[in-house]
């Protein structure tokens, strides 16, 4: 059971927009950065959204990122088939003192 | 460019030991805080440890405490993780990471430790 809370599928068609949710609690995204990573299958997490909306170099404008309260979205417009990979979002719990992570969205692009 | 490369990982029988190497390029070593995360096969990602910039401050979680511990040599830009007791459930893809703000910016490929009789 993850401390975050990601649906575990997401689909869309290329072209679309599609958002990724991840809730949490005060003690971690309600106090924390929330970071969003990309892990295309057998590869590394790569960091897609930094500080809860920056997007790192050499991520597309594709990708935006929002936090309100103890929630917080990741989109994704313009959806390629190249997007199809999980998605997972991290926050620090200062109750845990460690890095905490969503169970992760697997997206399909159909 | 910024790299990673994680070392170490191989088979071992449940309550052996391994020290697991994460060899750094490509920035200032010393002043970055390291992680280390693991995926066990078909699952999740989750945090293993943390360790400040200046060595002084280690954060586990609690299913290694006890066994594993965090460490970093900053005249080699290296960190390690050495794995004590280590139990079936630990069988998992390694990965270290550079930190930023208390969570991990840059990945390593990662390694594969297998806990099995």
């Known amino acids: 059971q993850s401390v975050l809370t990601q649906p575990p599928s997401a689909s869309g068609t290329p072209g679309q927009r599609v958002t990724f949710s991840c809730s949490g609690g005060?003690?971690?995204?309600?106090?924390?950065?929330v970071y969003w990573y990309q892990q295309l299958p057998g590869t590394a997490p790569k960091l897609v959204i930094s500080?809860?909306?920056q997007r790192p170099s050499g991520v597309p404008d594709r990708f935006s990122g929002s936090k309100s309260g103890t929630s917080a979205s990741l989109a994704i417009s313009g959806l390629r088939s190249e997007d199809e990979a999980h998605y997972y979002c991290?926050?620090?719990?200062?109750?845990?003192?460690?890095?905490?992570f969503g169970g992760g969205t697997k997206l399909t692009v159909l | 460019q910024v790299q990673l490369v994680e070392s170490g990982g191989g088979v071992v029988q449940p309550g052996r030991s391994l020290r697991l190497s994460c060899a750094v390029s490509?920035?200032?070593?010393?002043?970055?805080?390291m992680h280390w995360l693991r995926q066990a096969p078909g699952k999740g990602l989750e945090y293993v440890a943390v360790?400040?910039?200046?060595?002084?401050?280690?954060y586990y979680t609690d299913s290694v405490k006890g066994r594993f511990t965090i460490s970093r040599d900053d005249s080699k830009n290296t960190q390690y993780l050495q794995m004590n007791n280590l139990r079936p459930e630990d069988t998992a893809v390694y990965f270290c990471?550079?930190?930023?703000?208390?969570?991990?910016?840059?990945w390593g490929q990662g390694t594969l430790v297998t806990v099995s009789s």
């Open positions: 360790i400040s910039r200046d060595g002084n401050n280690k």
């Open positions: 005060s003690s971690n995204i309600g106090s924390s950065y």
């Open positions: 991290a926050a620090w719990d200062e109750s845990l003192s460690g890095v905490v």
């Open positions: 990471a550079r930190d930023l703000h208390w969570l991990p910016d840059y």
């Open positions: 500080d809860n909306n």
């Open positions: 490509g920035f200032t070593f010393s002043d970055y805080a």
